[in-house]
C-alpha cells in the first residue's frame, strides 16, 4: 500500500507562471488536506477536501489558489500567476475518516524565481 | 490562526536523557495529535490523545492531556540521536471542519 504521493518533489517557477501541484492520497482514503510551510516554521492549514468536494477552505489565499479532488484522479492545488512570496513547501495530508491520524506525503518545494 | 503552541520552541539534550515538550491550545477539541518532522521530509504521525483520555503510551512515549488547562505534553524517555527532529502538536476544533491545525514546531536535538 503506497503512501501518500506528491508531485512534482521540486518545481520551479518564475513569477506570473502557473504552478501545479498533485497529491495521490492513499489507497481508501477519501479525505485529503493540503497545507504550506514556510522554513523554521509549522503548517499553515490551507484546504480540506473529500471527493469532488470542498469542505473547509478558509487557509485558502482568495485570489490565485484554487484546489480540488474530483472522482477520478489526483488531488490538485493550483497557483495561477505566481509571485516570490509563494515559494514554500507544500504538503499533502490524507485520512481514511475524519478525526483520524494524518498520512502525509513528501512535499513539494515551489521555487518561484 | 495557529492552534497549538509549543514550548519551548527548542530543546537540546544529551542520548539517554528524557525530552518533555509541552503544548497549549486555546479551544475546545475533539483530539489532540503529535507529528514529527525531519528535515526537508513530510510529517508522521506519533500519537493521537481523545478528549476524553488523559494519558496514552507508545513505546518511548508518553503523552498527557490536561482539558481544563488546555495543555498537553510529549515525554520521550531515553532519548536517542535519531529522535532529532521537529515535534508539532495538533488539534482539531469541536464543532468545526475537522481540519488539523498544527503548531509551529519545537526543534529538538538530541547529541550523542
Known amino acids: 500500500n503506497a503512501g501518500v504521493m506528491q508531485n512534482p518533489r521540486h518545481l520551479v517557477r518564475r513569477r506570473g507562471q502557473e504552478a501545479r501541484l498533485r497529491c495521490s492520497p492513499m489507497?481508501?482514503?477519501?479525505?485529503v488536506y493540503w497545507y504550506r510551510q514556510l522554513p523554521e516554521e509549522g503548517l499553515k492549514f490551507m484546504v480540506y477536501l473529500q471527493k469532488e468536494n470542498i469542505i473547509d477552505e478558509s487557509g485558502m489565499p482568495k485570489e490565485r489558489f484554487s484546489a480540488e479532488f474530483p472522482k477520478e484522479g489526483p488531488s490538485i492545488l493550483r497557483i495561477q500567476q505566481v509571485v516570490r512570496g509563494d515559494s514554500a513547501a507544500y504538503f499533502c495530508?490524507?485520512?481514511?475518516?475524519?478525526?483520524?491520524?494524518?498520512?502525509f506525503g513528501s512535499g513539494t518545494q515551489l521555487s518561484v524565481l | 490562526s495557529q492552534q497549538g503552541e509549543e514550548d519551548p520552541q527548542a530543546l537540546s539534550i544529551q542520548e539517554g536523557e528524557n525530552a518533555t515538550m509541552n503544548c497549549s491550545y486555546k479551544t475546545s477539541i475533539n483530539n489532540l495529535q503529535w507529528y514529527r518532522q525531519n528535515s526537508g521530509r513530510g510529517l508522521v504521525h506519533l500519537i493521537l490523545?481523545?478528549?476524553?483520555?488523559r494519558e496514552k503510551h507508545s513505546g518511548r512515549l508518553r503523552v498527557t492531556l490536561d482539558t481544563s488547562k488546555k495543555s498537553s505534553s510529549l515525554l520521550i524517555t531515553a532519548s536517542r540521536a535519531a529522535d532529532t527532529a521537529s515535534y508539532f502538536c495538533?488539534?482539531?476544533?469541536?464543532?468545526?471542519?475537522?481540519?488539523?491545525?498544527f503548531g509551529k514546531g519545537m526543534k529538538l536535538t538530541v547529541n550523542p
Open positions: 490523545i481523545r478528549s476524553n483520555e
Open positions: 495538533a488539534t482539531d476544533t469541536q464543532g468545526g471542519s475537522e481540519k488539523l491545525v
Open positions: 495530508a490524507s485520512s481514511p475518516q475524519e478525526g483520524e491520524k494524518l498520512f
Open positions: 489507497k481508501g482514503h477519501s479525505h
